[in-house]
């Protein structure tokens, strides 16, 4: 049977049914019935049920690395907690959320610590996504609406992505915009990104902006609509204020085409195509993402951008809007329960004394909140600094998410009191723990999610939660009731405390607030069960939801006008200088998530990038004698980072360089991306300024290099400055290299793999080779060699899978040419399994277009997400 559910990844909110058998996931489908995916799946989603099982998982409460019971570990947070505040006050205590708890989780941990606790100290590891848009919608529009739906993307004419790889970060949106741009000949697509990205496959237009200028160039855009004639006077006059400061603001700095595209670093030309398409374009949607908000201007980003709808009236109809595109699943319904450290519950504000009385009220708290909390990074200072003394994380890592994370660890490893609610067993955060307790995944929790368009879709339990794990909301709860405040949180379902956070978003409304779900106050269980995704604001003068906001021209201002917001000019803080040169940028991958904690646990999701890699133009590697392929050092005063080069032209600017946020000390020796991105922040938002850091790049130059396959984990990190962990399937194969000589092979194996069975080695080349076998059975593989001599490790995953080993396979073993399987290439298709020689050989053999590829090998039939590198391999090779 199957069964309905959405999916715990990026923030489209796609649809899943989920195929049970046996009281297990064995495999996973597109809800074709879903209005966010119809049925489509990117690779990370089709890959769900290949990362459930009890394996890896938290499946007991700890305390201090000691198993406990529920009780005991529930008693030790909750008098944690209490002693802290009697002795230090409430703002000594935080949580830590996370954008893929669910709602009803989110609604409970706001209401305990902001109604009861008494304090804001409660952020998300949203900040790090979309706190900066947030602060553009509540200035621009006095609410946090998101006023477009993803319809828009394929009714619109001019489609404007900036800071947006969405065919890698949000690929079944992409996969519709594709679809639309053939369907339109008239829809025009330009992508405003640093960085030549996937998402140029369909681009018209690539503007490929110096980083930290998108405020500038948005400005740039409003001065010229100005002086071309091409903004809307009447919108302006009725349904804004503000016109006049920002344009005369924005006309002072940016007064003709060369000064925008000096300062942006493109050409006139290419700029005047993107000035005269928005102008003369009654249709238009800016689609943004981390590129925008992850920055020290983010909210101006923002603002920017939205000032320039605005200017046109191009806001509240079919194909029009400044549309902000969330990262997580959830992170939408954390703003809406006050997720935030500057938010309450319902869309409202600590800044309105009549709200904190309403929500005070509303949950008859007497010890209800007065103001902002801290925000994510000033949080994690705080706690350092002792003024924090209890600190609870749900659901994130923040020892590898958050900038400057060796500051985070040493924040964990002062704080006398850190809980973690997890459901992975081993996280860099959970390892500074006191107190662990088990919490419910993706098939065992039960709540809603809001995805990028407000659309509220369920996500339902299907398995029984694993071990003794339970649904973060009973956690909370269970900890506010010993600590007296049983009454308010007595829930003993998710339908209850849904039902109680769509009745505070009515309560007092009148229309004043745009988050309205109070058609749901009553909803019963059954109604919960079987609820339909439908968009907020859902009422009983909007029973079926909906799809677009400001249609009416009236906004959730004082003046019920929009408000236009003049921007300055402001760079980015942290500026390259002589000792650190590159700016560094960093963003996701395709088929990983976040800090790989679920996708870490299938090797399915490794085969398209399984090394931390560093992304450099092919001159400054030539200046810095670096060749495809070389480990490379990433480094400033904070810490330092190792990956692996990828050599590219113009799709990296020279001076500039591009890694990836997911791995962990868990997955690599040095591969924590945020050792190197200093604590800057917007001074709206909090949001840190991910996409500027500021590194020095040198060729690690290993003395030796090599790789390492083993059926069992390894006990301890391997003696090594650089190693690189990939899953496989019964396997595990690690790259290896360090700055010291292997002085003795044997000796080494021993020491670190036990006893050596079989060895070859040759002085003479720096080359060694040895196994160990357990009875008849392989047990390790080690291999000292160049890493571009490293062949496909398939045919050794296939001797792991043997129970018993053979004369003449050992006799080959160490050949590394035992095995006559054809070495696939890069993975390009993770769906169906296609490298990029099979790709190759088939345009070799007359498949001249993607369908004529899919057709064959079936590449980018499935999710759709390798398209673009199909399209490049096309390219090159034709």
Same mark, same amino acid.
């Given at each position: 049977?199957h069964?309905?559910?959405?999916?715990?990844?990026?923030g489209?909110?796609?649809?899943?049914?989920?195929?049970?058998?046996n009281?297990?996931v064995?495999?996973?489908?597109g809800n074709?019935?879903?209005?966010?995916?119809?049925g489509?799946?990117c690779?990370?989603?089709?890959?769900l049920?290949?990362?459930?099982?009890?394996?890896g998982?938290?499946?007991?409460p700890?305390?201090?690395?000691q198993?406990s019971?529920?009780?005991?570990?529930?008693?030790?947070v909750?008098?944690?907690?209490?002693?802290? /505040?009697m002795?230090h006050g409430?703002?000594?205590?935080?949580?830590?959320?996370?954008?893929q708890?669910?709602?009803e989780?989110y609604y409970?941990?706001?209401?305990f610590?902001?109604g009861?606790?008494?304090t804001?100290?409660?952020?998300?590891n949203?900040?790090l996504?979309?706190?900066s848009a947030?602060?553009?919608?509540?200035?621009?529009?006095g609410s946090?609406?998101?006023p477009?739906?993803?319809?828009?993307l394929e009714?619109?004419?001019l489609?404007?992505?900036?800071?947006?790889?969405a065919?890698?970060?949000?690929?079944?949106?992409f996969q519709?915009m594709q679809?639309?741009?053939k369907a339109?000949?008239n829809?025009?697509?330009?992508?405003?990104?640093?960085r030549?990205?996937?998402?140029?496959d369909?681009?018209?237009?690539?503007?490929?902006?110096?980083?930290?200028?998108?405020?500038?160039?948005?400005?740039?855009?409003?001065?010229?609509?100005?002086?071309?004639?091409?903004i809307?006077?009447?919108?302006?006059?009725?349904n804004?204020e503000?016109?006049?400061q920002?344009?005369?603001?924005?006309?002072?700095?940016?007064?003709?085409?060369?000064?925008?595209?000096?300062?942006c670093d493109?050409?006139?030309s290419?700029?005047q195509?993107f000035?005269?398409?928005?102008?003369?374009?009654?249709?238009?949607?800016?689609?943004y993402?981390?590129?925008?908000?992850?920055?020290?201007?983010?909210?101006?980003?923002?603002?920017?951008?939205?000032?320039?709808?605005?200017?046109?009236?191009?806001i509240?109809y079919?194909?029009a809007?400044?549309?902000?595109?969330?990262g997580?699943?959830?992170?939408?319904?954390?703003?809406?329960?006050?997720?935030?450290?500057?938010?309450m519950a319902?869309?409202?504000?600590?800044?309105?004394?009549?709200?904190?009385?309403?929500?005070?009220r509303?949950?008859?708290?007497?010890?209800?909140?007065?103001?902002?909390?801290?925000?994510?990074?000033?949080?994690?200072?705080?706690?350092?600094?002792?003024?924090?003394?209890?600190?609870?994380?749900?659901?994130?890592?923040?020892? /590898?998410?958050?900038?400057?994370?060796?500051?985070i660890?040493?924040?964990?490893?002062?704080?006398?009191?850190?809980?973690?609610?997890?459901?992975?067993?081993?996280?860099?955060?959970?390892?500074?723990?006191d107190?662990?307790?088990?919490?419910?995944?993706?098939?065992?929790?039960?709540?809603?999610?809001?995805?990028s368009?407000?659309?509220i879709?369920?996500?339902?339990?299907?398995?029984?939660?694993?071990?003794?794990?339970?649904?973060?909301?009973w956690?909370?709860?269970?900890?506010?009731?010993?600590?007296?405040?049983?009454?308010a949180?007595?829930?003993?379902?998710?339908?209850?405390?849904f039902a109680?956070h769509?009745?505070?978003?009515g309560?007092?409304?009148?229309?004043?607030?745009?988050?309205?779900?109070?058609?749901?106050?009553d909803?019963?269980?059954?109604?919960y069960?079987?609820?339909s995704?439908?968009?907020?604001p859902?009422?009983?003068?909007?029973?079926?939801g909906?799809?677009?906001?400001?249609?009416?021209?009236?906004?959730f201002?004082?003046?019920?006008?929009?408000?236009f /917001?003049a921007?300055?000019?402001?760079?980015?803080?942290?500026?390259?200088?002589?000792?650190?040169?590159?700016?560094l940028?960093?963003?996701?991958?395709?088929?990983?998530w976040?800090?790989?904690?679920?996708?870490g646990?299938?090797?399915r999701?490794?085969?398209?990038?399984?090394?931390?890699?560093?992304?450099l133009?092919e001159?400054d590697?030539?200046?810095l004698?670096?060749?495809?392929?070389?480990l490379?050092?990433?480094?400033?005063?904070?810490g330092?980072?190792?990956?692996?080069?990828?050599v590219?032209?113009?799709?990296?600017?020279?001076?500039?360089?591009?890694?990836?946020?997911?791995?962990?000390?868990?997955?690599?020796?040095?591969?924590?991306?945020?050792?190197?991105?200093?604590?800057?922040?917007?001074?709206?938002?909090?949001?840190?300024?991910?996409?500027?850091?500021?590194?020095?790049?040198?060729?690690?130059?290993?003395?030796?290099?090599?790789?390492?396959?083993?059926?069992?984990?390894?006990?301890?990190?391997?003696?090594?400055?650089?190693?690189?962990?990939?899953?496989k399937?019964?396997?595990?194969?690690?790259?290896?290299?360090?700055?010291s000589?292997?002085?003795?092979g044997?000796?080494?194996?021993?020491?670190?793999?036990?006893?050596v069975?079989i060895?070859?080695?040759d002085k003479g080349?720096?080359?060694?080779?040895?196994a160990g076998?357990d009875?008849?059975?392989?047990?390790?593989?080690?291999?000292?060699m160049?890493y571009?001599q490293?062949?496909?490790?398939?045919?050794?995953?296939?001797?792991?899978?043997?129970t018993?080993?053979?004369?003449d396979?050992?006799?080959?073993?160490?050949?590394?040419?035992?095995?006559?399987?054809?070495?696939?290439?890069?993975?390009?298709?993770?769906c169906?399994?296609?490298?990029?020689?099979?790709?190759e050989?088939?345009?070799?053999?007359g498949?001249?277009?993607?369908e004529?590829?899919?057709?064959?090998?079936?590449?980018?039939?499935?999710?759709?997400?390798?398209?673009p590198e199909?399209?490049?391999?096309?390219?090159?090779q034709?």
């Amino acid at each position: 049977m199957h069964k309905t559910t959405t999916c715990p990844y990026c923030g489209v909110g796609c649809g899943v049914n989920a195929e049970v058998e046996n009281n297990a996931v064995v495999g996973v489908k597109g809800n074709k019935e879903h209005p966010a995916n119809f049925g489509r799946l990117c690779v990370k989603g089709s890959s769900l049920h290949e990362v459930l099982g009890q394996q890896g998982r938290l499946l007991n409460p700890l305390i201090n690395g000691q198993q406990s019971t529920w009780d005991d570990a529930l008693e030790t947070v909750a008098e944690g907690f209490k002693r802290t /505040v009697m002795e230090h006050g409430s703002d000594s205590v935080a949580l830590y959320l996370s954008g893929q708890i669910l709602t009803e989780d989110y609604y409970v941990a706001n209401k305990f610590i902001k109604g009861f606790i008494g304090t804001a100290n409660v952020d998300t590891n949203s900040r790090l996504c979309m706190a900066s848009a947030v602060v553009g919608y509540k200035r621009a529009f006095g609410s946090d609406t998101v006023p477009c739906c993803y319809e828009d993307l394929e009714l619109t004419d001019l489609l404007v992505m900036v800071g947006s790889n969405a065919a890698w970060n949000h690929p079944i949106l992409f996969q519709r915009m594709q679809k639309a741009k053939k369907a339109n000949p008239n829809l025009k697509v330009i992508v405003i990104d640093p960085r030549r990205t996937a998402t140029c496959d369909i681009a018209d237009l690539h503007l490929a902006i110096k980083p930290g200028t998108d405020s500038e160039l948005f400005t740039g855009l409003l001065s010229y609509l100005a002086e071309a004639g091409a903004i809307n006077k009447e919108y302006i006059e009725a349904n804004t204020e503000g016109f006049d400061q920002a344009i005369s603001i924005a006309q002072s700095q940016f007064s003709d085409l060369q000064t925008v595209a000096e300062f942006c670093d493109v050409s006139v030309s290419d700029l005047q195509d993107f000035f005269e398409s928005y102008a003369k374009t009654e249709k238009v949607i800016t689609f943004y993402s981390q590129g925008v908000n992850q920055s020290s201007s983010g909210s101006d980003n923002a603002n920017a951008i939205i000032n320039c709808h605005l200017a046109t009236g191009r806001i509240g109809y079919e194909g029009a809007g400044p549309f902000s595109i969330t990262g997580q699943p959830n992170a939408m319904g954390g703003r809406e329960v006050g997720g935030l450290a500057n938010q309450m519950a319902a869309h409202m504000d600590f800044k309105d004394t009549e709200a904190v009385d309403r929500v005070a009220r509303f949950w008859n708290a007497e010890n209800m909140a007065q103001q902002d909390g801290l925000k994510a990074v000033d949080m994690f200072e705080a706690i350092e600094a002792g003024k924090i003394k209890a600190v609870w994380i749900m659901g994130t890592n923040p020892a /590898v998410s958050l900038p400057n994370t060796d500051q985070i660890v040493r924040a964990l490893e002062a704080c006398p009191l850190v809980v973690v609610s997890d459901c992975i067993g081993d996280t860099d955060t959970l390892r500074y723990a006191d107190v662990c307790l088990p919490a419910t995944g993706w098939s065992e929790k039960n709540g809603t999610v809001t995805n990028s368009e407000r659309r509220i879709s369920r996500q339902r339990s299907i398995l029984p939660p694993s071990g003794e794990a339970k649904h973060d909301w009973w956690i909370i709860s269970e900890v506010a009731k010993r600590m007296g405040f049983e009454e308010a949180f007595s829930y003993e379902h998710p339908y209850q405390i849904f039902a109680e956070h769509a009745a505070l978003s009515g309560f007092e409304n009148n229309g004043t607030r745009d988050f309205d779900i109070s058609l749901f106050e009553d909803i019963d269980e059954k109604t919960y069960d079987s609820l339909s995704p439908v968009q907020w604001p859902v009422t009983k003068e909007a029973p079926y939801g909906t799809a677009r906001m400001f249609s009416d021209g009236r906004f959730f201002t004082p003046s019920g006008k929009a408000r236009f /917001v003049a921007i300055e000019s402001s760079a980015p803080v942290q500026q390259p200088t002589e000792e650190l040169p590159f700016v560094l940028n960093t963003g996701r991958i395709r088929d990983q998530w976040h800090t790989m904690a679920i996708t870490g646990r299938t090797p399915r999701l490794f085969q398209h990038r399984d090394e931390p890699f560093i992304e450099l133009n092919e001159a400054d590697a030539s200046n810095l004698k670096i060749t495809e392929g070389d480990l490379v050092r990433a480094s400033n005063s904070q810490g330092e980072f190792i990956g692996r080069a990828r050599v590219v032209g113009s799709e990296q600017r020279k001076g500039e360089a591009f890694v990836p946020m997911h791995w962990n000390s868990i997955f690599s020796s040095k591969g924590r991306m945020g050792v190197l991105i200093e604590p800057v922040t917007d001074p709206f938002s909090g949001q840190p300024e991910s996409k500027h850091g500021r590194v020095k790049l040198e060729p690690m130059n290993p003395a030796w290099q090599g790789w390492l396959m083993c059926r069992n984990e390894l006990e301890s990190d391997l003696p090594v400055e650089y190693w690189s962990k990939v899953p496989k399937q019964g396997a595990t194969l690690f790259y290896l290299a360090d700055s010291s000589y292997l002085e003795n092979g044997i000796d080494w194996c021993k020491e670190n793999l036990g006893e050596v069975d079989i060895w070859l080695e040759d002085k003479g080349s720096n080359s060694f080779r040895a196994a160990g076998l357990d009875g008849e059975q392989l047990e390790w593989a080690f291999f000292v060699m160049p890493y571009g001599q490293i062949p496909s490790t398939k045919w050794l995953e296939e001797m792991f899978e043997k129970t018993e080993v053979s004369l003449d396979e050992r006799r080959y073993l160490l050949s590394v040419t035992g095995c006559e399987l054809e070495d696939p290439g890069e993975l390009i298709c993770s769906c169906y399994q296609v490298g990029s020689n099979a790709i190759e050989d088939a345009i070799s053999q007359g498949c001249k277009s993607v369908e004529a590829l899919g057709a064959k090998l079936k590449c980018g039939t499935n999710c759709g997400s390798c398209i673009p590198e199909l399209n490049a391999l096309l390219a090159k090779q034709l």
